[in-house]
T-cell receptor
Framework: AQKVTQAQTEISVVEKEDVTLDCVYE???????LFWYKQPPSGELVFLIR??????QNEISGRYSWNFQKSTSSFNFTITASQVVDSAVYFC??????????????FGRGTSLIVHP | ETGVTQSPTHLIKTRGQQVTLRCSSQ?????VSWYQQALGQGPQFIFQ???????GRGNFPPRFSGLQFPNYSSELNVNALELDDSALYLC?????????????FGNGTRLTVT
């Protein structure tokens, strides 16, 4: 069984602060994928990043960075110099390699980020 | 490039009724999946269609059913609605259901069952 835990229900910061969203996952598989999605108030989830279990290199994209650590089963997401437009619910998701079937991601419960001006 | 569109945006139904939700996938995408998102929760996988065939299903009862059409658009049907079916229903399209490509989501249909 796979499981994703986002322990932070809500985070509130002031603009320009750095913020880290935590994601801890559980899986018995050695091959799996991790994702982050952003859900603004409009409702649609927006894909941010996908990593596979064999690639532990951290990634930076503008103000966004991701820290993947297999040793602690974590895939944390940091926003540097946060902006009001970053306010949204962020979801971490895990999908394991299928046994003859399709990839089915399991989502965490999400972390609501509120950035105040 | 046309994104994922869902209709209707909002819907109110009575317990016991049936509902059909619709989704047009992003152009070029042949895989559609449906998710149920209860308030304050993450999306829960309902099922996925790849080239008109169901190729994955989550832990939802048979009264949740779906279709995918030759143009890769899709429908989600829910029979005998229950109060707990009230949720945001999200459709997502992707390319090749077996390749774990990123999901492109629509804005969802907000279903309220009274």
């Amino acid at each position: 069984a796979q499981k994703v835990t986002q322990a932070q229900t809500e985070i509130s910061v002031v603009e320009k602060e750095d913020v880290t969203l935590d994601c801890v996952y559980e899986t018995r598989d050695t091959t799996y994928y991790l994702f982050w999605y952003k859900q603004p108030p409009s409702g649609e989830l927006v894909f941010l990043i996908r990593r596979n279990s064999f690639d532990e290199q951290n990634e930076i994209s503008g103000r966004y960075s991701w820290n993947f650590q297999k040793s602690t089963s974590s895939f944390n997401f940091t926003i540097t110099a946060s902006q009001v437009v970053d306010s949204a619910v962020y979801f971490c998701a895990l999908s394991e390699a299928p046994a003859g079937g399709s990839y089915i991601p399991t989502f965490g419960r999400g972390t609501s980020l509120i950035v105040h001006p | 490039e046309t994104g994922v569109t869902q209709s209707p945006t909002h819907l109110i139904k009575t317990r016991g009724q049936q509902v059909t939700l619709r989704c047009s996938s992003q152009s070029g995408h042949n895989t559609v999946s449906w998710y149920q998102q209860a308030l304050g929760q993450g999306p829960q996988f309902i099922f996925q269609y790849y080239r008109e065939e169901e190729n994955g299903r989550g832990n939802f009862p048979p009264r949740f059913s779906g279709l995918q059409f030759p143009n890769y658009s899709s429908e989600l049907n829910v029979n005998a609605l229950e109060l707990d079916d009230s949720a945001l229903y999200l459709c997502a399209s992707s390319l090749d259901g077996f390749e774990n490509s990123p999901l492109h989501f629509g804005n969802g249909t907000r279903l309220t069952v009274t």
